[in-house]
């Protein structure tokens, strides 16, 4: 192995056959080229796919109400469904177990005003929950608590573009903004991965909102996330058990889907991630046998490449060279130009993906990418191929006698 005499008959071999050399490293180089270029792919759809999960809460159900579309129990069609307070505790006591977070909303648009900066802003009534399931991170001061929402506090807390838009200097927690006229102070500041849209939303207590909506106790919303330890299938039987029980309690037709609607990430996540299980499965094969056709190559030329060399063998045969060490000799040359094409593939796999980056987001695939522990079993794959492919052939040349390899044409 540490032979240096070896070592430069290999190298000599190799700057000798220069085409034959290029010709069985190009299927080694290439096979590796487009597994990691197809995996990095396959990371990147399923990245852009998760990404639009994180923006909330993985596990969120939310719960809204429109118009009836079939008379039932007496009632007629067309008929406005509101969610109360009292469902919304309803749903918290009915089964808390299954429960992680949760919170009400009432939403209403209001025009915020700030000294001479004013604009129109989506505000939520809330309470402390809400953080959680919009996945937001407080940047400065604090968010709506409990106390806030027992003493129905105007308080208030702004998104960051709000903050951006019309308190552009210094921290804004400490001063009143005006909402439709009443004044909060401002207690927080809040960032959203969904983005610009949902940073520039304005958090208040819930009882505050109602209380300005001359007492009302209607709901737009009601959000919550299951228990994280509960399987897909559990959750959606969790929520399918929720939505009867609301139909039931608001009187609406079980067969009325527009009244009483419950959506439950676990059922859009089961079929995305079906999706993915497919895409995976299909680059997964696709790349597999982009190494096995590496492996098929390798292979075929270093049968080719033994043949013409039969008549050398038989020469190192006559002047005493055991077949042990022919064999050697060209096991090593294979693992050589093998581990060379390998290390030129894998650079060039991880280069275009760097290259790529995220410039194909807008097709969801966001940073494509592969792991160095699946790189380095497919290059310890094709490495031993390359090993494989170099025994077998050397071992049946080295076992043919002298006198037949010499006459070799």
Do not use: H
């Amino acid at each position: 192995m540490f032979d240096i005499d070896r070592w430069r008959e290999i190298f000599e071999s190799i700057r000798s056959n220069v085409l034959r050399t290029i010709l069985s490293g190009f299927t080694v180089a290439l096979g590796l080229f487009i597994f990691i270029v197809l995996f990095g792919i396959g990371n990147g759809l399923k990245n852009a796919f998760t990404e639009g999960f994180a923006r909330d809460a993985t596990n969120l159900i939310s719960i809204s109400t429109g118009k009836t579309s079939i008379a039932f129990d007496g009632l007629q069609t067309n008929r406005l469904v509101v969610l109360q307070n009292s469902d919304f505790e309803n749903i918290k006591k009915e089964d808390p177990a299954s429960i992680e977070y949760s919170s009400p909303r009432y939403t209403a648009s209001m025009v915020v005003k700030y000294g001479r900066e004013s604009g129109s802003y989506q505000v939520n009534g809330a309470d402390k929950n809400e953080t959680y399931i919009e996945n937001r991170k407080v940047l400065d001061g604090r968010y709506i608590n409990d106390a806030d929402i027992s003493a129905k506090q105007n308080v208030a807390v702004i998104g960051r573009m709000v903050q951006r838009d019309l308190i552009k200097n210094g921290s804004p927690v400490g001063k009143d903004i005006s909402l439709n006229g009443t004044m909060f102070k401002v207690v927080g500041v809040f960032s959203d991965d969904g983005g610009d849209n949902d940073e520039r939303m304005i958090s208040v207590p819930i009882s505050t909102l109602q209380q300005l909506k001359k007492g009302s106790d209607t709901l737009s919303t009601v959000y919550l996330t299951y228990n994280p330890n509960m399987s897909p299938a559990e959750a959606i039987k969790y929520s399918d058990k929720l939505q009867k029980n609301l139909k039931k309690s608001l009187k609406v037709s079980p067969d009325d889907e527009n009244a009483v609607r419950v959506n439950n990430n676990a059922k859009n996540m089961e079929n995305t991630f079906q999706f993915l299980l497919i895409i995976t499965i299909i680059v997964g094969f696709i790349g597999l046998g982009t190494l096995l056709a590496g492996i098929i190559g390798i292979s075929n030329i270093m049968v080719y490449i033994v043949k013409e060399r039969t008549k050398e063998i038989g020469v190192r045969k006559a002047i005493g060279a055991k077949p042990s060490a022919i064999v050697g000799l060209i096991i090593q040359e294979s693992v050589v130009i093998t581990v060379i094409s390998g290390i030129i593939g894998v650079g060039l796999g991880i280069l275009t993906l760097f290259l790529v980056g995220d410039s194909l987001e807008k097709y969801f695939i966001k940073d494509p990418s592969v792991g160095w522990g699946l790189i380095i079993v497919a290059f310890v794959c094709l490495v031993f191929a390359g090993l494989i492919a170099g025994f077998v052939p050397a071992f049946r040349a080295s076992r043919i006698k002298p006198i037949e390899a010499l006459r070799t044409e």
